[in-house]
């Protein structure tokens, strides 16, 4: 099978062989010169590939991973490395628009030109976004790199030594003759199991579509000849004689080698019975996806307010299934000279706004201060009125007599008995009192 796609040309698929020009290759800094690690070089020797023979990269979002794979002397590909993605941006799901932060998904291409020895961000390459499918789908965004530094806004970003590593893969197969290599960026490793559990996600078709790539790399282990026309990818088709593939219009008459459709019927066979199997089976829930276009745009439209100096959420804002957009309630703005000018008007504002405030409080104060006094003067006042009238009244009061109340008719003969007991004691005490009152 593999004889049969080389004589047909499809073993180069898009990565192609010849001449560097110096002008390309020159003037690397010294982090895009260091060398790989003596247990990679051995690890190829192994596997039977030389440090510049051909290079390609699968990229696999939800796994966090990038994978190097390399051409060994039967031009079949191994891999050689495999690095967990330090971070990326956005959601499973391909790019839309420019802004909109997602980490693009789909075949493309690197060439010399696109290495960044001198990166703001260590070492870079630009992976070719948009590529022929993207801009006949209307889909927009620039400068979508794999680069160091561990920050991404829509792209994938590793740390600094993985990246000497990874940019030291591509300067190496450039160096032994590769023209340009590919980089496949799938949104998960496309299983039956994860077909399965995102089966209902509107990406679905567009997955559907990536994973006939994926597909032919699984069967051959040589990187798919992609083309684009009606607006949609096609892998390892050659078309007749005289035609084109027009990423926006109709797809022309192709040829495919018999030996690679029945290893591929083969393959579908194998993946539909498993795909059927993990219909039924308890499986993790789907993560996080973009709604389409529309969440695109509105997540396309907060980046723009951020970067014009906006304050504006901290993270994107997400389109929930019915419909709605959730916000965090935390606010902030881009670190930027037009972020800094509107954060200093702020400022300003918020200052002026305070000292009216604090001009308010004292005039309130103040008014508070003098209606305290006025009621308390009030109060003294009063309370003095008060203490005069009621030493006038005790002047003027009559003197009190002291009166004893006989017993009644109606007492009880216990109280009469107390009484006739008491009276001579009673009896003394009133002559007293009349005595001493002049009675």
Known sequence: MFAKLARTGILIAALGVAGCNDSSMKDFAPEANKPLPDK?????????????????????????????????????????????????????????TEGDRQAPEGFY??????????????????????NAYDRANGRTGANLMVHGACSSSGCYSMTDAQIEQIYAFGRDAFQGGQTEFQIQAFPFRMTAANMARYRNDPNYEFWKML????????????????????????????????????PTGACPATTQPDSLKSAYNAYQSTYDAAFNGALKASVPPPKPTIAGIKEASIVSDWSKRRARGERVPIDPPSLNNDGSVTETARMGRIDSPAGRKMAALDAEKAAKQKAEEQRLAAIEAAKQAKEAAKAQALAEKEAAKAQKEAAKAAKEAPVATATIAAPTEAAPEAETQAASADESRVTRLKNKLLGMFGG
Not at 109 to 130: E, W
Not at 213 to 242: I, L, S
């Open 211 to 246: 994973k006939v790539g994926y597909d032919n790399f699984e069967v051959t282990k040589v990187p798919p000849k992609v083309d684009v026309c009606e607006k949609r990818y096609v892998f390892n088709q050659v078309a007749a004689d005289g035609q084109t593939f027009d």
């Open 109 to 130: 291409t690197v060439r010399p030109a696109q290495m960044n020895p001198r990166s703001n961000y260590h070492l870079s390459f630009n992976i070719g976004f948009p």
């Open 40 to 96: 990679i070089l051995a690890d190829m020797r192994a596997k039977g590939m030389v440090r510049t023979s051909s290079v390609m990269a699968r990229i696999f979002k939800e796994e966090g991973k990038l994978e190097i794979w390399k051409a060994k002397t039967n031009g079949r590909y191994d891999m050689v490395a495999s690095y967990d993605i330090c971070k990326w941006s956005g959601k499973l799901g391909p790019k839309y």
